[in-house]
């Protein structure tokens, strides 16, 4: 457990050194850019405008740090894929971890085909696997080997759920399964435990079971999530579980960008709004 959390408004204290875990807000999707603090960079999907995308990544990278380490992406909905269209002609990446889930979508088939043309390396995503950067672990939870099949979606269930280790800080990203993977993580997983959970599937009522909130026990909760979306999300019912049993349960549609600061004993929060 960590000694500390603060919430903070604009000013954060001088943040050489500590892991930055940042929640853009890219309407109703996902994408999270990871910076260890060594240099290295993770970007976790993409959100669904590639335009949105590289503005938020020129902002928050400066010109001489425009390398992405790995790119996740977790499942190939639009709404965490078709902001990295183009991104490899922006950013050379280093590897792309991809659960590889069967789709019908023509533009996975152009995210794939970029990266082949580009010479980058696709790496499929298992349960099992780790990689380390520096002092921070990443973690593959699921999906399993073989996939999971026959369930409510199968896309959302097999994809790819990290959990990331620096120090005594943990985050757990699960992407946007619903209640039959979660289900099976509590069956299989090693350890589900975290100080920052990603609310699953902004926060569907498909998602966020009370065995997996318990299980997981976070004290910050971070939803992705856009304003007056069509599909009513977050839950309310999910919403009221979240603020029952977290400390701290935050919103992009209402917050704006998330910035999580960590030296792996204190957690700050920075709020644009």
Do not use: C
Not at 213 to 236: C, Q, R
């Amino acid at each position: 457990m960590l000694a500390r959390v603060f919430v903070w408004g604009a000013v954060l204290p001088p943040t050489d050194g500590r892991l930055h875990f940042t929640v853009l807000d890219i309407g109703q999707g996902d994408a999270i850019l990871i910076q260890s603090p060594e240099g290295h960079r993770v970007l976790i999907d993409g959100g669904p405008d590639p335009r949105l995308l590289l503005d938020h990544l020129s902002t928050l990278l400066p010109l001489g740090a425009r390398r992405l380490d790995v790119v996740v992406l977790t499942h190939p909905d639009a709404d965490h894929l078709d902001g990295l269209l183009g991104l490899p002609g922006e950013y050379p990446v280093g590897a792309v971890l991809d659960p590889e889930t069967p789709t019908d979508s023509p533009n996975y088939d152009r995210w794939r085909e970029e990266l082949q043309q580009r010479g980058v390396q696709v790496l499929t995503a298992r349960d099992g696997m780790q990689g380390r950067l520096g002092d921070l672990t990443m973690g593959v939870l699921h999906p399993p080997e073989p996939l999971l099949q026959g369930t409510n979606r199968d896309t959302n269930n097999n994809g790819v759920v990290l959990l990331i280790r620096y120090r005594r800080a943990s985050l757990l990203l699960p992407g946007e399964i619903e209640e039959t993977a979660e289900t099976y993580l509590l069956r299989h997983a090693p350890e589900l435990g975290s100080t920052v959970l990603k609310v699953a599937h902004h926060g569907s009522a498909t998602s966020t079971t009370e065995a997996f909130l318990e299980a997981t026990s976070p004290s910050v909760a971070v939803i992705s999530v856009g304003a007056d979306n069509s599909y009513g999300h977050p839950n309310a019912q999910v919403l009221a579980r979240l603020k029952e049993r977290v400390a701290y349960v935050l919103e992009t549609a209402e917050r704006g960008t998330m910035e999580l600061v960590t030296d792996g004993m204190t957690l700050w929060v920075k709020l644009e709004q």
